[in-house]
T-cell receptor, first 114, second 112 residues
Framework: SQTIHQWPATLVQPVGSPLSLECTVE??????LYWYRQAAGRGLQLLFY??????ISSEVPQNLSASRPQDRQFILSSKKLLLSDSGFYLC?????????????FGQGTRLTVV | GEDVEQSLFLSVREGDSSVINCTYT??????LYWYKQEPGAGLQLLTY?????DMKQDQRLTVLLNKKDKHLSLRIADTQTGDSAIYFC????????????FGAGTILRVKS
C-alpha cells in the first residue's frame, strides 16, 4: 500500500533562518507531488507541484522554493524565513487513472516563524 | 482560469442533516471531490463524483452535481459530533495536467 511521510510535525524557526521540509512517498512510482499551505486554520493554497524529477511548477510568487531530487521525494525550502511564512504545510501525492486524480495527504507540518 | 468557491461556515445540531455547497468555474472539470480535514491533520478523501453523474450516495453522504450551474453539494445525513471538521471541495481536469484545485474549505460545527 502507498504511504506518505512528512516531517517534522511541528517546527519553530526564527525570522531569517533557513527551512527544509521533507516529504517522501512509498508504494508508488512517478506520482505527482504537491506542497500546499494552509493559513489561519483554513484556506488551502497550492504552492508547488511536480509531475517528475526536477520538474517543479510554482503557483504563487513567494519566499519559498521546492525541489524533487528523487522520484518520491519532495522538499520545500527557504533561504530566509519571513513571519508571513508561518502556517500549516501539507505535502500530497496523486495518481491519475483516466481523468480521475485522487490526492493523498501527509499529516502536515505546523511552522511557526518567530 | 480555475476557481472553486465554498460557503465559509456551517453550524448544525447533532442528528440534523448538513449541506455544504461549492461552485466551480472550469467547465471541463471531469471529477469533483470532497475532502475532510480534522483538526491538526491532513486531508482525507471522502467521496468523488464523475462529471457525467448527477448524484452519488455513500452511506450517510450524498453528493449532488448540477453541471449546468457548476454547483456541487455534499449532504451529510444524521450529522454527528465526529463530523465536525473542515470540508474541502476540489476539482480536476486534464486542462491543467490533472492538477487538483481546492476551495477554501467550509468549517462544519456540530452542536450536541
Amino acid at each position: 500500500s502507498q504511504t506518505i511521510h512528512q516531517w517534522p510535525a511541528t517546527l519553530v524557526q526564527p525570522v531569517g533562518s533557513p527551512l527544509s521540509l521533507e516529504c517522501t512517498v512509498e508504494g508508488t512510482s512517478n506520482p505527482n507531488l504537491y506542497w500546499y499551505r494552509q493559513a489561519a486554520g483554513r484556506g488551502l493554497q497550492l504552492l508547488f507541484y511536480s509531475v517528475g524529477i526536477g520538474q517543479i511548477s510554482s503557483e504563487v510568487p513567494q519566499n519559498l522554493s521546492a525541489s524533487r531530487p528523487q522520484d518520491r521525494q519532495f522538499i520545500l525550502s527557504s533561504k530566509k524565513l519571513l513571519l508571513s511564512d508561518s502556517g500549516f504545510y501539507l505535502c500530497a501525492w496523486s495518481v491519475t487513472s483516466g481523468m480521475n486524480t485522487e490526492a493523498f495527504f501527509g499529516q502536515g507540518t505546523r511552522l511557526t516563524v518567530v | 482560469g480555475e476557481d472553486v468557491e465554498q460557503s465559509l461556515f456551517l453550524s448544525v445540531r447533532e442528528g440534523d442533516s448538513s449541506v455544504i455547497n461549492c461552485t466551480y468555474t472550469d467547465s471541463s472539470s471531469t471529477y469533483l471531490y470532497w475532502y475532510k480535514q480534522e483538526p491538526g491533520a491532513g486531508l482525507q478523501l471522502l467521496t468523488y463524483i464523475f462529471s457525467n453523474m448527477d448524484m452519488k450516495q455513500d452511506q450517510r453522504l450524498t453528493v449532488l452535481l448540477n453541471k449546468k450551474d457548476k454547483h456541487l453539494s455534499l449532504r451529510i445525513a444524521d450529522t454527528q459530533t465526529g463530523d465536525s471538521a473542515i470540508y474541502f471541495c476540489a476539482e480536476s481536469s486534464g486542462r491543467y495536467g490533472n492538477k487538483l484545485v481546492f476551495g477554501a474549505g467550509t468549517i462544519l460545527r456540530v452542536k450536541s
